[in-house]
């Protein structure tokens, strides 16, 4: 147990996460500190192409073979199962409508990218490998939840469906499109094009994430400070709990696969995360009734800042110890 806090409280102290606490902080202290929104959405296309592309040259150079198929089986069980367990924890803590509840926990069995990349990084910076191939788990994890939450909000009697306009927002989402894209782009290119491109898609990697986390922090901070009224006392309690319960999933998928510490903990990141980006946009269209300041002020707000601050340093110490990596 101690060797586990002590490499939790090592991998706590990297840039991007403190550059996310400093961002949290600011917001919280209410200072006039803001990242253009402009800019913000430049460099999420950036972190997007790049950990994409990195993952498809990663792919090229390894091969597709039946451990990709697996884990990429995993992760699809993983992002259809654990919406049912965060509509049954919702029931049981918090008095949400069935549609709100349903539209939470398509979040929560979707994933957060930045969550991701944040996860890799710190992987990077601890010098522990993964498999490549993860970022194409991460790809198939945003859209299953979906699926499962409209199930359930079905069973509820309000008539919600998936039509023509579900689909088109779901799989031409575009951080979808982006990833997707650019994995395919790194499969085809291989190392030949991070060759050509390597000085644009490593070297600034780091330093761009980390004025990303800041901005994140800033608009988690701000969902905060506004949480009073929206959320009770047991919706708080989910957010923190849901990671927890996905990360143990992730971590016996992770080890049923066989993966490597670092592959192990990014499947426990991917399933203790909850979507911002893909699944918000699509409830927009598919559950227009449920109510945003539930299900963005718990997943950007709770879960977001507990999985960059605590989550993350947590899924790799125990990670290396369970796979002695």
């Known amino acids: 147990m101690q060797d586990i806090l002590t490499l939790a409280g090592a991998n706590l102290l990297t840039p991007m996460i403190l550059s996310f606490a400093l961002g949290l902080a600011a917001a919280l202290a209410r200072s006039e500190l803001t990242v253009p929104e402009a800019a913000a959405k430049a460099m999420s296309l950036y972190l997007l192409f790049a950990i994409g592309f990195k993952g498809g040259v990663a792919v090229a150079d390894h091969g597709a073979g039946p451990d990709l198929v697996a884990a990429l089986a995993g992760g699809v069980v993983l992002s259809f199962g654990l919406p049912f367990v965060a509509f049954a924890l919702l029931s049981a803590l918090t008095r949400l409508s069935a549609m709100d509840r349903a539209a939470v926990a398509a979040h929560y069995g979707s994933i957060s990218i930045v969550t991701f990349v944040t996860a ?181 707000g709770v879960t977001f800042p507990f999985n960059l601050t605590l989550g993350i340093p947590t899924y790799v110490a125990i990670a290396q110890a369970m796979t002695g990596g």
């Open 120 to 300: 890799t990084s710190v992987l990077a910076g601890a010098g522990i490998a993964s498999e490549g191939y993860m970022v194409a788990v991460a790809a198939a994890m945003e859209a299953p939840a979906i699926v499962s939450a409209l199930w359930l909000v079905s069973r509820s009697g309000t008539g919600a469906r998936m039509d023509a306009d579900l689909w088109r927002e779901i799989l031409l989402n575009g951080s979808i499109v982006l990833l997707v894209g650019a994995f395919v782009i790194g499969i085809l290119t291989g190392a030949d094009g991070m060759a050509r491109i390597g000085s644009f898609i490593v070297a600034p990697f780091q330093g761009v994430l980390c004025l990303f986390l800041l901005d994140m922090g800033l608009v988690a901070g701000r969902g905060l400070r506004g949480v009073r009224g929206v959320l009770g006392l047991g919706a708080l309690v989910f957010g923190i709990a849901m990671p927890v319960v996905g990360a143990a999933a992730g971590l016996g998928v992770g080890l049923a696969l066989g993966l490597s510490a670092g592959g192990v903990a990014l499947m426990m990141t991917l399933a203790a995360s909850a979507s911002y980006i893909a699944v918000p946009a699509a409830m927009r269209v598919a559950l227009p009734e449920a109510n945003p300041a539930v299900y963005l002020t718990l997943s950007l």
